[in-house]
């Protein structure tokens, strides 16, 4: 029903930058909050950025005033700036959205879709 198509991510040294982008397609009504998780080894996955109604955002502590999120609501697309990388970081992120589908029953919240991972990796 949604597909979310993940693109960028890969490996740099720390201080460096990447972007990761985010494409959601399929029987859309509207998206309640598109953004990115990260899961490192052994670790939960966290919740890095979001955009939320279309313009409000969320940001993880560990990376605020380093990370910047922004969408096209219009294109259903999200990207994710990724500056001043830190070892930290390295993780498998996740794309996700909650989105209202079309032909869901009124009433019934937005559904969760994942995207499929991309690695980064943060390493000298």
Known sequence: QVQLVESGGGLVQPGGSLRLS???????FTIKS??????????AR?????????????YADSVKGRFFISSDNAKNTVDLRMNSLKPEDTAVYYCH??????????GDGPRRYWGQGTQVTVSS
Request: aromatic share 8%; glycine share 12%; with cysteine.
């Open 22 to 28: 985010c494409a959601a397609s399929g029987t859309i």
């Open 34 to 43: 598109l953004g990115w998780y990260r899961q490192a080894p052994g670790k």
């Open 46 to 58: 966290e919740l890095v950025a979001a955009v939320t109604n279309g313009d409000g955002t969320d």
């Open 97 to 106: 959205a909650d989105v209202y589908l079309k032909d869901q029953k009124l």
